[in-house]
């Protein structure tokens, strides 16, 4: 069993970054694809990057691609998420959320632990 624990969101103005961490606790960490997804008020929740068990492997939701990067350090258990050129459409919360298994998915249903999320917020 994996837990997550999202931070570093905050208030940013448009064209700023961000840096997400997502830490998570268990001795299986390694063996699990780990993605992010984002909910904005009054929308679905939405996948936005996937990076795979090793970090041999990302995927991006076509609106971040060139601006946000996912990575990880399985020695620190932990998932990072940095965001650069932030828009006000980025605003969301933002959760990690864990998949154990070895088919890539960007379907939340198919991800078995998820974090509480960390507010994201870009406006002037």
């Known amino acids: 069993q994996v837990q997550v624990v999202e931070s570093g969101g905050g208030l940013v103005q448009p064209g700023g970054s961000l840096r997400l961490l997502c830490a998570a606790s268990?001795?299986?960490?390694?063996?699990?694809?780990m993605g992010w997804f984002r909910q904005a008020p009054g929308k679905e929740r939405e996948f936005t990057a996937y990076?795979?068990?090793?970090?041999?492997?990302?995927y991006y939701t076509n609106s971040v691609k060139g601006r946000f990067t996912i990575s990880r350090d399985n020695a620190k258990n932990t998932v990072y998420l940095q965001m650069n050129s932030l828009k006000p459409e980025d605003t969301a919360v933002y959760y990690c959320?864990?998949?154990?298994?070895?088919?890539?998915?960007?379907?939340?249903?198919?991800?078995?632990?998820w974090g509480q999320g960390t507010q994201v917020t870009v406006s002037s």
């Open positions: 990076i795979n068990w090793n970090g041999g492997a990302t």
């Open positions: 959320a864990a998949q154990n298994t070895v088919v890539v998915s960007f379907d939340g249903n198919d991800y078995s632990y």
């Open positions: 268990g001795r299986t960490f390694s063996s699990y694809a």
